[in-house]
């Protein structure tokens, strides 16, 4: 949301334009996720504080919430989960960008 960008609330990090952008860029997705792997991948052609801060882009993204993933499961089973396995660990192995 726009109020995770915003430079002064209260008891929130102090605002770092590196940070800011890198969580956008994680918001709208895997192209921009791809344009930050690529900015943390070319320390001569950006600032270091982008470079470092964009380097989470390539093996620290936020994972998605479990309801997302369920219902991309289940609508690509046609039913529920339970209907094809006996169960699921909801908790992640893992985070990355779609093409990793």
Known sequence: T???FLPFQPGAEEFA??????????RLGATYIKLGQFVA?????FPKE???EFQKCLDQ???LEWKVI??????ELGG???GTFASI???PLASASIAQ
Not at 70 to 75: F, K, M, P, R, S
């Open 17 to 26: 334009a590196p940070v800011a952008l890198r969580k956008l860029f994680e």
């Open 61 to 63: 993204t936020e994972p």
């Open 41 to 45: 991948s070319s320390p001569t052609l």
């Open 89 to 91: 660990d909801r908790k």
């Open 70 to 75: 369920a219902d991309v499961i289940e609508g």
């Open 2 to 4: 726009v109020q995770d």
């Open 50 to 52: 982008y470079v470092l």
């Open 80 to 82: 529920p989960i339970s």
